[in-house]
């Protein structure tokens, strides 16, 4: 089996350092870059490109958000992940618009973030109920929201605070099935933000 | 004319006699002549008069229009004392709401700091223990309770930072917050939780920090004890919030309360201990309870499980 490659952008050398070893460490990972900042990530990552890239939303210089949203122009199909150390819905939720594919937060025991990482790579990551609650307002707001019936199925649960293992029994689907509705949505929703940008420029123009 | 002259008055050969300005009030006009001759002639002739006052002359119109005045005077005064309470509570409140703002600020830079240092924590210890050849079951052991100690303290500081966030006021963040927490506490575990009544409908209710706080520690403890203690193999937590009574409930289908000293029948002496000892853990919600002035009951139900209801008039004092 192929290992998934991860690099990782994170201002502070230790965890820098300590997330690289750990990568390295395990089996089914490898870690091909750790960058300290988005700029030089920027410059170096379209020649040795990952499958998943860890980003820090704090960052010094370029944010994390700013930073998803230039690389994904970049590396359209690369899967974002944001570390965050708390989970600050605004902030959480203006990354996944930019085009991340789920958080995680630091301080998740190492043995689950690597779980995480893995999940995201197979699906999408688990959204809390209050970021759900974001992305379904995003979605209303919208005209012509072109979620599924499942997919609004699915959010509506995670609204309710439903967990990944709830969602499944109750809608009788695999895990898996339900962490791939989650990344089409995480996708929607990048698509759908961009949209409402671009109208939104439009309109301020036209004012 | 009786009420408005004195004596009698002459007026000679008119046939006539006219009075302008009467006041109100009640007169008689009596009338005596003569003849060509100048003989008075015996019957003199008399017609009461009446002058009813006009509506605004009335004594009961002075009296209501004084009531008016003083009436207008007064909720204007009111009304103007209210503004000024509304205007300086807004002021307060406003304050108070930037006050918090600032204290979450603070909490979460030190957060931030030490979200860090925690993940450093985590992550060099998974790594020593990966790299240690031959680790002892003992030393791995240790190292375990290094990683679950600075987990606990990560997700203590970030309960406390949800506590202050202002924004996060409602009873409904506050259920959604209990609910994150019950997923994550049974997810790796044979019991079903589940909470019922949660609506968006609850986003009107407001807690201020202390309920949430409280109720939130209050409903964990329960929680915990279900999962340590209790047996069971599903867990519900109800909320229902009407006509300004907040009801939680929390029931689990376990083995139910044990008389006096903490849950199960054949509760070992040793586990009580590492505890802390139940008995601290629910007087500690009782504790709770009292400090939001509600009612805190918990028992054994009939047909088996345990039941902690928590009940309180919610406050009013909401933002």
Redesign the interface.
């Given at each position: 089996m192929t290992p998934i490659y991860v690099s990782l952008i994170e201002d502070?050398a230790?965890?820098r350092q300590?997330?690289k070893?750990?990568l390295k460490?395990t089996p089914g990972f490898s870690c091909v870059a750790a960058y300290s900042d988005c700029e030089s990530a920027l410059r170096e990552i379209p020649n040795d490109p990952p499958d998943v890239l860890l980003m820090d939303i704090?960052l010094p210089g370029m944010s994390g958000i700013d930073g998803v949203r230039r690389i994904k122009k970049l590396l359209p199909d690369l899967d974002v992940i944001m570390l965050t150390?708390?989970?600050d819905d605004k902030r959480v939720f203006e990354s996944l618009c930019a085009g991340a594919c789920g958080y995680l937060?630091?301080?998740t025991?190492?043995?689950k973030l690597l779980d995480a990482i893995q999940e995201v790579y197979n699906g999408g990551a688990p959204m809390?109920?209050?970021i759900a609650r974001l992305v379904i307002q995003s979605f209303r707001r919208s005209s012509d929201s072109n979620l599924t019936a499942r997919e609004q199925e699915i959010l509506a649960l995670l609204c309710?605070?439903?967990?990944y293992?709830?969602i499944a029994e109750a809608l009788h689907l695999s895990k898996g099935t339900v962490h791939s509705h989650l990344k089409k949505i995480y996708k929607k929703l990048e698509v759908n933000s961009m949209t409402e940008a671009v109208a939104k420029a439009h309109q301020e123009r036209l004012v | 004319m009786e009420g408005l002259h004195d004596g009698w008055i002459a007026c000679g050969g008119r046939r006539y006699a006219s009075f302008t300005n009467l006041d109100p009030g009640e007169y008689r006009f009596r009338v005596k002549a003569t003849n060509g001759d100048g003989v008075w002639g015996e019957h003199e002739a008399s017609i009461r008069i009446v002058m009813t006052p006009p509506f605004w002359q009335t004594v009961w119109f002075y009296l209501a229009s004084c009531g008016a005045i003083l009436l207008a005077a007064y909720t204007l005064f009111q009304y103007r004392v209210r503004a000024q309470v509304k205007k300086s509570l807004e002021l307060e409140r406003i304050r108070l709401f930037e006050r918090e703002k600032v204290r979450e600020q603070i909490a979460r830079d030190y957060h931030d700091e030490m979200g860090h240092k925690i993940t450093k924590v985590a992550l060099f210890t998974e790594l020593i223990a990966r790299n240690v050849n031959g680790i002892t079951a003992e030393l791995k052991e240790h190292l375990t309770k290094v990683v679950e100690a600075s987990q606990s303290l990560a997700l203590d500081a970030r309960d406390f930072i949800w506590a202050l966030n202002p924004e996060k006021d409602s009873l409904y963040e506050m259920c959604l917050h209990l609910q994150e927490f019950g997923n994550a506490l049974f997810e790796e575990t044979a019991v079903n939780f589940q909470v019922h009544g949660l609506s968006e409908d609850l986003l009107r209710c407001k807690l201020d920090m202390e309920w949430k706080r409280h109720l939130t520690l209050l409903f964990k403890e329960g929680m915990n004890n279900a999962l340590k203690h209790a047996r069971c193999k599903n867990v519900v937590l109800e909320v229902n919030a009407q006509s300004g009574v907040l009801q939680m409930t929390l029931f689990d289908d376990g083995v139910g309360l044990f008389h006096g000293n903490g849950h199960g029948p054949d509760f070992p002496s040793n586990v009580f201990k590492e505890n802390r000892g139940n008995g601290a853990g629910l007087e500690n919600m009782k504790r709770r309870a009292q400090i939001l002035n509600g009612a805190l009951d918990i028992r054994s139900l009939e047909d088996g499980g345990t039941k902690v209801e928590f009940s309180s008039k919610l406050p009013s004092n909401g933002y």
């Open positions: 502070d230790d965890i300590g997330l070893l750990l460490g704090q150390i708390h989970d937060v630091k301080t025991p190492p043995a809390s109920a209050s309710k605070g439903k967990s293992k709830m | -």
